[in-house]
């Protein structure tokens, strides 16, 4: 099957080498720190656009943009 690069990322060698090397406990500690600083990230854009908003709308865009649409 052929990898469409436009729908999917991939690894190259060398980091998927290092990514086997963990163990499962420390890969899911890498995806839950890359989820924060993601929503992090996001919060601070979303302050610096909308600066009217208070936290409360402001977490639930987050929320939205984060569950694609599903909250």
């Not at 990898?3 to 080498?17: G, S």
């Not at 720190?33 to 656009?49: D, E, V």
């Not at 009217?52 to 694609?68: A, G, M, N, P, Y």
């Amino acid at each position: 099957m052929k990898i469409d690069k436009r729908n999917i990322e991939v690894l190259d060698d060398q980091m998927a080498r290092v990514l086997r090397k963990k163990t499962p406990q420390q890969r899911l500690i890498i995806a839950f720190n890359m989820w924060g600083s993601a929503k992090k990230q996001l919060t601070n854009y979303l302050r610096s656009l909308h600066s009217d908003w208070d936290e409360k709308k402001i977490q639930h865009e987050v929320t939205r943009r984060l569950s694609h649409g599903a909250t």
